[in-house]
């Protein structure tokens, strides 16, 4: 009891000054019931299970630590591509570097304007995946954010999306404090990219709650940023139907902290649902994934895929489960996490779950860690190939398990060379 109670004076601590938004009456009780829920369980610390390996202090504090911009000089990630385009500076829309929020067989809203109707289809799925997703383990920020989140896109496609929708997140005050929330839904049949790129803010607080009805596909790709000094908390819910498939890949170069949570439920039968990573950190680099997927329907299929190359003191955190509720026969779990670790200063740290209710499964999980393979190394540099050169090509084939979870080939090559270039800044 005396543990609830400092966790819940640190809600009234981080609270201290804020009001919740103004809406109309289905986003104001969809957001003073996120509050209920997050003055109820407070907020973490490290004597939480999911939070032991992870510091929560900088994400929790009133004041956001201030993080210095970042100019990389390089193209925008996803530049090339014809794309639907919208774009939030310092966690705000900016409609005038925004592309016209429209596309065929999609509607796209910001979550401002739709907040203050009385009556919208997001009424049914704002908050209500982040509340299934609490239980049974605790998210306290995602709950903050359901309260506080102002913006956002509210998307439903309601059929085959050929553009992708790019989200831009753009990082300009070194003292930011983002807090967005996306709510998607797709209809039967219906299929859309969603990409999302950029540093966001100082720090920025985040949650997509996704609805993948029967037959619909929902492919999603998003880039971390790369300014040095952010920090991130990230959650994605998903929901998915009979025959859905759902698949999330992400890229994180950089960034002081990011944790990166995944909440997925298989409520249909034949559902497939894909969620991977890869992340290199150099530094006072700390990457946390945290992963929570619930089969609980027939013959469904669940992959995650998790790669960290670390190095100079940097931290990698896996923490994934897999739960097969009774019934859930057939199902097929797979996960794995692997770190490279390319000096004795780094370290990884990986908690991989099993649960199983249901006896006709096929699961497994796996996590290893361990240094450059030397005999690899050495076969490399035995035919004329520099140190540097080929540790990269072996760090790159070390990653590949996981980009190669991203479907588009374009997308894939986008994403091989930022972290080509990423490699050769290092070398140089």
Not at 30 to 36: D, I, M, N, P
Not at 89 to 118: H, M, N, P, T, Y
Not at 178 to 207: C, M, Q, W, Y
Request: aromatic share 6%.
């Amino acid at each position: 009891m005396a543990a609830l109670a400092k966790k819940q004076e640190a809600v009234a601590a981080r609270l201290d000054g804020m009001t919740l938004p103004a809406g109309g009456q289905w986003a104001s009780e969809a957001r003073e019931a996120a509050l209920g829920r997050l003055r109820e369980m407070g907020l973490p610390e490290r004597r939480d299970e999911y939070w032991k390996y992870t510091r929560p202090d900088t994400l929790t504090q009133a004041d956001a630590p201030e993080a210095a911009v970042f100019e990389t000089g390089e193209a925008p990630l996803f530049g090339s591509f014809d794309r639907i385009k919208v774009v939030f500076v310092d966690g705000v829309f900016d409609a005038d570097q925004s592309d016209e929020l429209a596309g065929e067989g999609l509607s796209i809203e910001r979550l401002a304007d739709v907040a203050v109707k009385d009556i919208h289809w997001a009424k049914d799925l704002y908050g209500q995946l982040e509340t299934n997703g609490q239980k049974p383990v605790e998210r306290p920020l995602a709950a903050l954010n359901s309260a506080f989140a102002t913006d956002g896109v509210v998307i439903h496609v309601t059929g085959k999306v050929e553009k992708p929708v790019s989200l831009v997140y753009q990082h300009k005050a070194d003292n930011s404090d983002a807090i967005l929330h996306h709510v998607i839904k797709l209809d039967a049949g219906a299929e859309v990219t969603v990409l999302e790129n950029g540093p966001a803010a100082a720090r920025f607080n985040k949650s997509m709650e996704v609805d993948v009805a029967d037959g619909a596909t929902f492919h999603h790709v998003r880039a971390q940023g790369r300014d040095h000094e952010r920090r991130a908390v990230t959650h994605l819910f998903g929901r998915l139907g009979t025959e859905s498939v759902f698949k999330s890949f992400t890229l994180t170069v950089n960034g002081r902290l990011t944790r990166n949570e995944a909440v997925l439920e298989l409520t249909g039968d034949d559902a497939t649902a894909h969620v991977a990573g890869a992340c290199m950190g150099d530094g006072d680099f700390h990457h946390d994934d945290t992963v929570f997927v619930t089969h609980d329907a027939v013959n469904c299929e669940s992959r995650q895929v998790f790669k960290k190359v670390l190095r100079n003191g940097a931290t990698g955190v896996f923490q994934g489960k897999i739960l097969v509720k009774a019934g859930a026969q057939k199902t097929d779990g797979y996960q794995i996490s692997q770190s490279l670790l390319l000096d004795g200063d780094s370290q990884f740290l990986a908690k991989p779950e099993l649960e199983i209710y249901a006896d006709d499964v096929a699961c497994s999980h796996g996590s290893t860690s361990g240094a450059i393979d030397e005999d690899a190394l050495f076969y490399l540099r035995a035919r004329g190939v520099p140190h540097d050169i080929a540790t990269d090509l072996m760090v790159m084939s070390f990653v590949a398990e996981a980009v190669e979870e991203v479907e588009s080939e374009e997308l894939r090559d986008e994403i091989i060379g930022r972290l080509e270039s990423w490699l050769e800044r290092r070398r140089g």
